[in-house]
């Protein structure tokens, strides 16, 4: 399976870590940057600088889709989870058996009756919530889907510090590319074929990394962060399991390994969400102010919901639910979680 | 007791699709049985070298074999079973013996033996098809059919030898046949059937010759040939012969690489991707996907070989529905000693050629119809096709079935690729069978008794139930007919939403309707699944085969309406 084209590799979204994604594949091939706003992509070609980050050579900027489809067997897209279905809808046209899909996004698609929202639907299931992989084959013709996953901050990311990442998809091929194009000498990749786990991993330890940085801006130190750094694994393993995924996957690097890096970076969109949070501000003003989206927000929301359909207990998921929609105080959440009674510390590896 | 009629029966006959018989692939492929065979064994060894380099490797996988078949001649020997086989294994043990001592490296003398085994095995699956005996066999099938269908219909001695009744008024053919006499001319067809009884094989095999279908290969399970009226007919209609007892890699890829090899040829084929019979009665879930996987990989070496019109694979989804499956009460035994334990359970042969023509002439005499339905054809990934073969996406645009096999611009052979492959056209494959199974009255009252009597008892696990003594299980008839009234319909919306299809006479009445369902549901049992009491009521006689048959509605959600 030796690589000769020279192809561009395509990469949908230029958001922080789309840019840093698009620098690093840069490094080998020539890669085509999409952007959604014409006079952006002119400005940012012209720069060579996208969101202060300054653009690889070989990378160009376009606005064109069907530049995308038409130019790359490989494509990356790496938008936030709420536009990603419209994305694909209007991606689709140009996409064709042959291409390999690669995404980057950490959320939940969810489709609802019209008029409904997630508050005001009496339960949510698997039928109505998807993973971004699970978008792509619904919208498109490719089948041959993988996800990037992992402790992947942008920022030590663009600093070229070393880190890794996990490729998964059930199909070989996919992961074999996405590692032919990314590994270098300060970037591991690892593989993992439970593409749906991997995906739950990554989407459901946002949720964790809003209650840790609410621990955080409390003032608290490590021993709060480690119960919760583990309490918070063990609840997503439940309803990682839950949703479809296998327990491995939330074990290896994009579960534990995502989980504690994000749950100790004050530069993580999420932790930066609870932080600020517990120092008193309420979420509408954090929100207005952030530049890119904190996934960790809604997936809360659709997280509570769907555990509670399918009968898992998810207290920290619930608790921030309280936090971020019902008004409960940071302090009042950290002494009802500490005041409930639980006691078995770890009963998943038994079956 | 009441016979259930269908609506009139549009079923008519259809001209055949290929005139005369040398120009069926079937026929083609035996004419050239030798070379064929040479072929399938030279490319099953290349495929086992490739995996298994090395003198050393080859060597073991042979000891293993050997092992394994001195094993089963010991165990679980059969009539079918060649006389030479002790003689043939222990010569092939003794050779790997002497080889894996002789003190050199080179793998050509492993190879060589590996090559007598696998042409063996390929020799041993490969069918014979005889125009002659095919013609014959199915003269004698019509024939016998009709008289006996005749005989018993019309109460006159002399009517046995009129033909006024069919087969066709017996079974009804629904679905899209149209379209899969179209694509039978375009491409090559795989049939893929859902799998509940024995009869299974022979009514397709009657299914495919009335659609005006050249005869398909398809793989029967070895025991059959047990018995010889099955024998025979399979022998004569294109059947290859799988025996599940070899469980060994090189007889498990010379099977796959027959069929792999026959279908790029273009043979039509016929698989029950279930593997075995149904033994819970409920619609499979899981396929194998062993035989399934060799339509993609000659999907993908057609693509890679032909570059102008390339053959194209169509797979069509078939259910079978009965109101009554003869060996219910064995199946349905096996599947509850082994559910939760995962063990293989040896097949129980309890039915000679007497006990199948009893059943024959049981079955044609009453009026237990049977519907056959074909499913629209999907191409190797589970894309629907149109009827010109042309692959379409959700949005019914045309695409490339080739470009699945691409990277990089041209088609690529990755194995793993096409595993996963087969994996999503088996899940399509079971979506297929839910949608286009067609609901019987006999299927719905068994369900919903079924499922009243479980409410009855909601603390009881499934085999806590099945202990209760049957006399403790009784409906009122009024109750059951309002849940009939109210499941029916959810069934008529699932119906709306494409989910799930019925036979026409699920409407109309509701008394009637149920009245005939419990006629039906396994009519020809001893003891009754269904029956009412002299109060009206709703009672059983046999509560594992209510369960049986109320299992083939299981899957649809339908329990929230009861």
């Known amino acids: 399976m030796s690589d000769t084209s020279d192809k561009p590799v395509g990469v949908i979204g230029a958001g922080n870590f789309g840019t840093v994604i698009a620098n690093m594949l840069a490094e080998g091939k020539p890669v085509l940057l999409y952007t959604r706003d014409p006079e952006k992509a002119a400005q940012m070609q012209s720069e060579r600088l996208c969101r202060n980050i300054p653009l690889h050579d070989r990378i160009k900027i376009t606005s064109s889709l069907q530049e995308v489809g038409e130019k790359c067997d490989v494509i990356f897209p790496i938008v936030p989870s709420s536009g990603f279905r419209n994305l694909m809808r209007e991606l689709s046209p140009f996409l064709k058996p042959y291409h390999l899909l690669i995404h980057g996004t950490k959320g939940l698609d969810l489709q609802l009756p019209t008029g409904k929202s997630v508050e005001s639907m009496r339960y949510l299931d698997r039928t109505m919530v998807k993973t971004m992989s699970e978008v792509i084959r619904e919208e498109s013709v490719v089948v041959r889907v993988g996800c990037l996953a992992g402790p992947n901050l942008s920022r030590e990311l663009s600093e070229k510090q070393p880190g890794a990442t996990v490729i998964a998809s059930p199909f070989q091929e996919v992961i074999q590319t996405g590692r032919r194009l990314l590994k270098s000498d300060r970037f591991q990749v690892y593989e993992n074929n439970d593409l749906i786990g991997v995906e739950f991993a990554g989407i459901l330890k946002n949720v964790i990394a809003i209650a840790a940085g609410a621990l955080h801006g409390l003032g608290y130190g490590e021993n709060a962060k480690g119960l919760l750094i583990s309490r918070g694994a063990v609840e997503m393993v439940y309803l990682g399991r839950a949703l479809g995924g296998s327990t491995k996957a939330f074990l290896g690097v994009a579960g534990i390994g995502d989980l504690v890096a994000t749950c100790n970076s004050p530069s993580s969109r999420n932790f930066t969400v609870g932080n600020r949070l517990a120092k008193g501000e309420n979420l509408q003003e954090i929100l207005s102010s952030m530049d890119e989206v904190a996934e960790g927000v809604n997936t809360v929301k659709i997280a509570r919901k769907c555990a509670e359909f399918y009968k898992v207990r998810a207290l920290i998921t619930e608790t921030v639910y309280k936090v971020l929609f019902e008004q409960l105080t940071v302090q009042d959440a950290v002494s009802y979680l500490m005041r409930y009674p639980l006691s078995l510390d770890i009963d998943f590896l038994d079956h | ?562």
């Open chain 2, 1 to 562: 007791m009441e016979i259930l009629e269908e609506k009139k029966n549009k079923n008519r006959r259809y001209e055949p699709i290929l005139e005369k018989i040398p120009d069926w692939p079937v026929y083609l492929l035996s004419k050239q049985r030798k070379s064929f065979i040479e072929e399938v064994a030279e490319k099953t060894v290349d495929r086992i070298v490739t995996t298994k380099p090395g003198k050393k490797a080859i060597l073991d996988e042979l000891e293993s074999t050997a092992l394994k078949e001195q094993n089963r001649l010991k165990r679980n020997r059969w009539r079918v079973d060649p006389k030479d086989e002790p003689k043939f294994w222990s010569d092939v043990k003794a050779k790997t013996t002497a080889l894996s001592t002789d003190g050199n490296d080179d793998p050509e003398q492993a190879r060589a033996l590996l090559k007598t085994v696998v042409h063996r095995y390929a020799n041993e699956i490969a069918g014979d098809f005889r125009p002659s005996y095919y013609r014959l066999a199915r003269e004698i099938t019509e024939f016998w059919f009709a008289r006996l269908l005749n005989g018993a219909r019309i109460k006159k001695f002399g009517a046995f030898f009129r033909s006024q009744y069919t087969l066709r008024d017996k079974i009804h053919v629904v679905g899209k046949v149209r379209m899969l006499r179209k694509l039978a001319s375009k491409g090559t067809i795989i049939i893929v059937p859902t799998h509940f009884s024995n009869i299974d094989s022979m009514l397709i095999g009657w299914v495919i010759h009335s659609l005006g279908l050249p005869a398909f290969i398809y793989g029967a399970g070895l025991n059959l040939f047990n018995i010889k009226i099955f024998a025979y007919f399979m022998n004569s209609l294109g059947a290859y012969k799988v025996d599940r007892r070899k469980k060994n890699a090189p007889y498990l890829e010379t099977l796959k690489m027959y069929s792999n090899l026959a279908i790029q040829k273009g043979a039509h084929s016929l698989f029950f991707p279930g593997g075995t019979r149904s033994r819970s009665g409920m619609i499979e879930k899981q396929l194998k996907l062993g035989l399934l996987g060799t339509a993609v990989e000659a999907q993908r070496h057609i693509y890679s070989e032909q570059s102008e019109n390339p053959r194209k694979i169509f797979i069509v989804p078939v259910t079978l529905n009965y109101h009554f499956v003869l060996e219910a009460p064995d199946l349905i035994e096996d599947y509850l000693q082994s559910k939760g334990q995962d063990r293989y359970f040896p097949e129980k042969e309890k039915y000679g050629s007497l006990e199948l023509l009893k059943f024959i002439y049981k079955f044609s005499t009453t009026g237990s119809s049977i519907s056959v339905s074909i499913g629209r054809a999907l191409d190797v990934l589970g894309n629907y096709v149109d009827e010109e073969g042309n692959s379409l996406d959700s949005k019914k645009q045309i695409i490339q079935a080739r470009d699945y096999f691409v990277s990089n611009g041209k088609i690529t052979e990755d194995p793993q690729r096409d595993n996963e492959y087969t994996r999503l056209l088996s899940t399509k494959i079971v979506g297929e069978y839910h949608r286009i199974n067609r609901v019987f009255g006999s299927h719905l009252v068994a369900f919903i008794a079924f499922v009243m009597f479980q409410r009855m008892h909601p603390k009881l696990d499934l085999f806590g139930l099945l202990r209760l003594p049957e006399e403790d299980f009784e409906i009122p008839y009024d109750q059951f007919r309002e849940t009939f009234k109210k499941v029916r319909k959810e069934i008529y919306n699932l119906k709306e939403k494409n989910k799930i299809n019925y036979a026409s006479h699920l409407k109309g009445e509701v008394e009637e309707v149920i009245r005939r369902g419990i006629d039906n549901v396994g009519i020809f049992h001893l003891k009754r699944p269904l029956l009412r009491n002299k109060a009206g009521n709703i009672v059983t006689q046999d509560l594992n085969l209510l369960y049986y048959y109320h299992n083939r509605l299981v899957g649809y959600d339908l329990e929230r309406y009861i």
